[in-house]
Every structure is written in C-alpha cells, then in structure tokens.
C-alpha cells in the first residue's frame, strides 16, 4: 500500500484525479472512508446546529487555502478522530450543490493509520457494515460516496443473444461467477419473455444474497420492485422519469451517453451510471467512440459512480479509474471462462 507521500506524487501526475479545478465559490470538502480490518467502515454524526444537522457523513472536512488535498485530509482526520493518517487512496469526487452553498466532495479510502478514532468534536461515531447503511441517513453528497465504496469495479451484462433453451449453462455460468467475488450482474435477455427473466432472476437470487452479490433487471421497473432486486434504466426510460423507481435498498443504474444524461441520473438520485461509448464496440455499430479524456471530463463533473462502457474488458478496471470512473462495464469479455 502506498503511503501518504506517495501518493502525493501519484497524484500530482495523475490523469485523472488531479486535473479537476475547483472554482473559488465552490467549497473543497476532504472524506476520509476509514475502513478497518473487518471491513467496516466509520460513520460520524453531523451534530445539531451545523448544516444539515442529524444526518451522517464521512469524516472529514474543508481544505483551507494553499493546502494540499492530502495535508487537508490528514489534519482533518487528525482534528476530529485524533489519528495520524499514514495510507489512503482516491475514490471519487462529487459535486453537489445545496441550495445555499455548492461543495466539491474529494473522498478518499483510508485504510491504514495511527491511533484510535475517537469523538475529538464530540460528535457521534459508528463503524458499519458498508452494505448494511441505509443511504436515507447520509447527508445527500455522501450517499454517492458510499455507493462508490459499495459498488465493485466490474459491471458484466449478459449477452443480447443468449437464448430461452441456454437458461441452465448460464445460470451455472452467473451462479459460478456469484461464488467466486462478489458480482454486479444485469440481466439483458431480449428473447426471453419478462416473466422468464424474472423467474430466471428469482432462482439466482438466493446465492446472489449469499455471496453479497447484485443482480439488475434491464428496464423492468416493475419486475425489480416485486423482487426485490435492482433495475438498470434504458437513457429513454431515464428521460421520462422524474424521481427514483425504487427504494434505497435496490440499486438504480442507468445508460448515458453524455453529460445531460448523467446530470438527469442525478436528478433522480440513481446510483451509478453506464457512459458510453468510451471505445468502440461491435455490438454498437455506428455510434461515435469518445476518447478517454471526454470521459473523464463528464465522469468527474458527475454526482454519482460511473463505469466506462464500450469495448471495456476487465482489465481496464484500473485505466477507468485513473480517468475518474468507477470501472468498467461491458459483455463479452467479462464472461470469457476461467
């Protein structure tokens, strides 16, 4: 694991995580996701009298002037927890606008440092399970924030083509990939009729909750609502929605393909989005490939997660990230057999 000065240099000459320039009306707010040896993660309180009283963040706080991301982080985790930063990574960036104030959330993951966290400001604190937070109690810049942390890097979408009579070779294929990490799965089956999709679903769900995996349904709202599972929305559905299809327990993702729609997904509070096409992809012909750079740009002014999609494979994972993204999303090459 890097250590604090490391990463300093990393990103000083990212391409990603340092190029984002902060306006001076725009208010730089560091997070620290401080996650333990069990996998929880730290949760503070913000107290009664403070913006947003009652709700719960990330520690952390705002990056006075001519201070480095790192130094403001490492002496705000200092201040409120009385510990002495030694390792952390870039996670996401999250622009947000209240309607008093605009901040620009800089959370980072922190996964080593000195001492015991305690209450310096008296604040409440509480260690969580990242899955088990009910994203209700977050204040409504960090719940991207948290999704980022939940989410896995890898998005794999089954093949258009698969067929009614390969139901059982691929739910060996879904079940195996399920048991070996956790998995976000969407279920994309146009020659299946809906209630085989979600029949299909029903029956993977029980090892999909095992092995604290997500299965999607494409565009069926109503099949994700009686499931209980989430829904990935098609850029049409999204234009027509006004607010969030389904509770916090179930995921919302979404397909964009530019800027407005990523500022739409966050308008219905969704919790990841798809952009595309990042490169091409013969199952897109004739849609214009975006560089990485143009990804970048949008995933970085967006509110929320966003996996690159388009002639992605898994091993581009790490290029997403450095480009502000959450990982990549794709079909083919993230079913080849191990």
Request: proline fraction near 7%.
């Amino acid at each position: 694991m890097p250590t604090i000065s490391t990463w300093s240099s990393i990103c000083a000459v990212s391409e990603g995580w340092a190029t984002l320039a902060v306006q001076p009306m725009i208010m730089h707010v560091m997070a620290g996701l401080m996650v333990d040896d069990l996998g929880r993660v730290l949760l503070a309180e913000r107290p009664a009298g403070k913006h947003l009283a009652g709700f719960w963040e990330f520690p952390g706080g705002k990056v006075e002037p001519d201070e480095s991301r790192l130094d403001a982080l490492s002496r705000e985790l200092r201040e409120e927890l009385g510990i002495e930063l030694q390792s952390a990574t870039p996670l996401i960036r999250v622009p947000w606008k209240y309607r008093d104030r605009t901040v620009l959330l800089d959370a980072w993951r922190v996964d080593r440092w000195l001492g015991t966290p305690q209450s310096m400001e008296r604040q409440a604190l509480r260690w969580c399970e990242p899955q088990q937070i009910d994203p209700a109690i977050m204040t409504p810049a960090d719940r991207p924030i948290l999704q980022a942390l939940r989410l896995p890097d890898e998005y794999a979408i089954t093949p258009a083509d698969v067929r009614p009579d390969q139901r059982d070779e691929w739910f060996e294929r879904i079940t195996q990939a399920i048991r070996r990490k956790p998995c976000l799965i969407q279920l994309r089956l146009p020659l299946w009729s809906a209630d085989g999709v979600r029949q299909f679903a029903t029956d993977l769900l029980p090892a999909a909750r095992e092995h604290r995996s997500q299965l999607l349904l494409h565009a069926d709202i109503e099949g994700a609502v009686a499931l209980g599972v989430g829904v990935h929305l098609t850029s049409a559905q999204l234009s027509k929605l006004s607010e969030r299809p389904l509770p916090w327990q179930q995921l919302v993702g979404v397909s964009c393909h530019d800027a407005a729609q990523l500022g739409r997904a966050t308008d219905i509070t969704a919790d990841f989005a798809t952009l595309s096409q990042v490169a091409s992809a013969d199952s897109h012909d004739g849609q214009c490939a975006m560089d990485w750079g143009s990804f970048r740009s949008m995933a970085e002014a967006a509110a929320l997660p966003v996996f690159a999609r388009g002639g992605m494979r898994p091993s581009l994972a790490v290029k997403s990230k450095m480009h502000a993204g959450q990982g990549v999303a794709g079909v083919e090459a993230f079913w080849a057999r191990k």
